[in-house]
Nanobody, 120 residues
Framework: QLQASGGGLVQAGGSLRLSCATP????????MGWFRRAPGKEREFVAD????????DYADSVKGRFTISRDNAKNTVYLQMNSLKPEDTAVYYC???????????????WGRGTLVTVSS
């Protein structure tokens, strides 16, 4: 039960922060990832974070602009998105798994997506 929120419409260069919360008490045991699916494209990896938050990884397309973080006390993972570009427009999904991976098949649980639209 993952619930993503925080999407919306923003102008290019703007910022948004996505959140993904779960009531699961085992949240801290899971690796968390963010993926996105743009219109007409395949789902792609955006970022992931280890269970402790100490290790993160990013897609090259978002490196330096997006930051993934987590608060295990609140069972929530965040994706801070800065300097947004029109090509960032997509439905964003959070996912939970046992192993950090860029492959969506390695994640066991998925939330409903949240739409991010970046206007030029």
């Amino acid at each position: 039960q993952l619930q993503a929120s925080g999407g919306g419409l923003v102008q290019a260069g703007g910022s948004l922060r996505l959140s993904c919360a779960t009531p699961e008490r085992t949240f801290s045991a899971y690796v968390m990832g963010w993926f996105r699916r743009a219109p007409g494209k395949e789902r792609e990896f955006v970022a992931d974070i280890s269970w402790s938050g100490a290790i993160t990884d990013y897609a090259d397309s978002v490196k330096g602009r997006f930051t993934i973080s987590r608060d295990n006390a609140k069972n929530t993972v965040y994706l801070q998105m800065n300097s947004l570009k029109p090509e960032d427009t997509a439905v964003y999904y959070c996912a939970a798994g046992r192993t950090r991976s860029m492959s969506p098949t390695r994640y066991d649980y998925w939330g409903r997506g949240t739409l991010v639209t970046v206007s030029s």
